[in-house]
């Protein structure tokens, strides 16, 4: 099946500081990826919508300026979280969906974050 | 977009056919519906997908009656690995874009 590729597999930050995930797309071309938040014992929170070429379009109550997505190319959407605080520290997951005539969703692997 | 409703656990044992029954009674006539399974810090894993009947591959069958409001994921002969959350997911697909909300999914137990 296809692969996501998801970066880093965990980090530990201090609070204040700024962390970027990055999420690829190996052997698909993604015009449109998904970022998740999950807490533990918890199903997946969709956050945004990363659209290749133009602006994510985020869920409400999900703020824009702390969590900002970039969609640059076909295979690669980054999250940043900016101004990590320990109330972001949670494991973040994203996905990208294959087109053609078999879509489907496929996910990364999840990246841990802790802010200290 | 549709909400799907699932058994919040479920326990089996090893060697055992385990079916998970996901609700979705508001399902539009363009979605999918996808299965995943997932572990404790890992990201899901597709399992199976499809839109009406049965489908079946290597690890698991989908059946869907024809009303579509509900699916079964089957899961023939379980062992303790398949000890993991299952949710259930439908998506649109179309000109209208692209978005999947996540259930609280299925935690499914396997017993030696």
């Known amino acids: 099946g296809a692969v996501v590729s998801q970066h880093p597999s965990w980090v530990i930050c201090k609070s204040g500081t700024s962390v970027k995930i990055e999420c690829r797309s190996l052997d698909f071309q993604a015009t449109t990826m998904f970022w998740y938040r999950q807490f533990p014992k918890q199903s997946l929170m969709l956050m945004a919508t990363s659209n290749e070429g133009s602006k994510a379009t985020y869920e409400q109550g999900v703020e824009k300026d702390k969590f900002l997505i970039n969609h640059a190319s076909l295979t690669l959407s980054t999250l940043t979280v900016t101004s990590a605080h320990p109330e972001d520290s949670s494991f973040y997951i994203c996905?990208?969906?294959?087109?053609?005539?078999?879509?489907?969703?496929?996910f990364g692997s999840g990246t841990q974050l802790s802010v200290l | 977009l549709a909400k799907t409703t699932q058994p919040i656990s479920m326990d089996s044992y090893e060697g055992q056919e385990v079916n998970i029954t996901c609700s979705h009674n508001?399902?539009?006539?363009?979605?999918?519906i996808t299965w995943y399974q997932q572990f404790p810090s890992q990201g899901p894993r597709f399992i199976i997908q499809g839109y009406k009947t049965k489908v079946t591959n290597e690890v698991a069958s989908l059946f869907i009656p024809a009303d579509r409001k509900s699916s079964t994921l089957s899961l023939p002969r379980v062992s303790l690995s398949d000890t993991a959350v299952y949710y259930c997911l439908v998506a649109y697909s179309g000109t209208g874009g692209f978005k999947t909300i996540f259930g609280a999914g299925t935690r499914l137990f396997v017993k030696a």
């Open positions: 508001n399902i539009a006539t363009n979605d999918y």
């Open positions: 996905s990208a969906r294959s087109q053609g005539a078999d879509e489907k969703l496929f």
